[in-house]
């Protein structure tokens, strides 16, 4: 056979690896699609997910469980919670026991939601949310406050600013 000239095998060849690669292209064209219609469509996220922002616990009794002993702020590598301690009035306790959180702050424009300070905290005070919606324009509201981190989190595709997602 001269140089240059093909043998009938790599023809063949040649044609099958051709229609392989048209067999993946036509696969891909009638794949569902699986484009998320966000945030007109939300698939909420397991339950047992805590990948969103923090909420501070209250007891059943309405006390709060933070005693503002400061360990999640310390465990914080992003050092994103401020805690500000102080005693309780024993006439009328914010929390049970002697202390409790008179200011309490996360800065979620330094929070990596890595979940040290859920993990550090002794009376399972603070915990994750699934709520994965923080954007914000500000600075001040990325900057959550404790009333604010006291109550639940807005259901998703609520949030300010979703809608226009
Ligand atoms: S989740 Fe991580 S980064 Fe965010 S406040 Fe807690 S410890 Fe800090
Ligand atoms: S949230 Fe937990 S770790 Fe943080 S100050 Fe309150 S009790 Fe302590």
Not at 2 to 18: I, K, N, T, V, Y
Not at 52 to 79: M, Q, S, V
Not at 111 to 132: Q, S, W
């Amino acid at each position: 056979m001269s140089r240059g000239e093909q043998r009938p095998q790599d023809f063949l060849g040649g044609l099958a690896a051709a229609a392989r690669g048209m067999g993946v292209v036509i696969k891909q064209v009638f794949r569902p699609d699986v484009t998320e219609r966000y945030p007109q469509q939300i698939d909420e996220p397991p339950p047992r997910s805590h990948i969103g922002r923090h909420l501070l616990n209250r007891y059943e009794n309405g006390l709060e469980k933070c005693i503002g002993c400061e360990l999640c702020a310390y465990a914080c590598p992003a050092d994103a919670i401020w805690v500000e301690g102080a005693d309780n009035d024993p006439e009328n306790p914010v929390s049970p026991g002697e202390r409790h959180a008179k200011d309490y702050q996360i800065n979620y424009l330094r929070c990596i939601m890595c979940g040290l300070c859920v993990e550090a905290c002794p009376t399972r005070a603070l915990t994750m949310t699934h709520a994965y919606e923080m954007a914000f324009t500000s600075r001040e509201d990325a900057i959550f406050t404790k009333e604010q981190l006291l109550e639940p989190p807005l259901p998703l595709g609520t949030a300010p600013g979703t809608q226009e997602g």
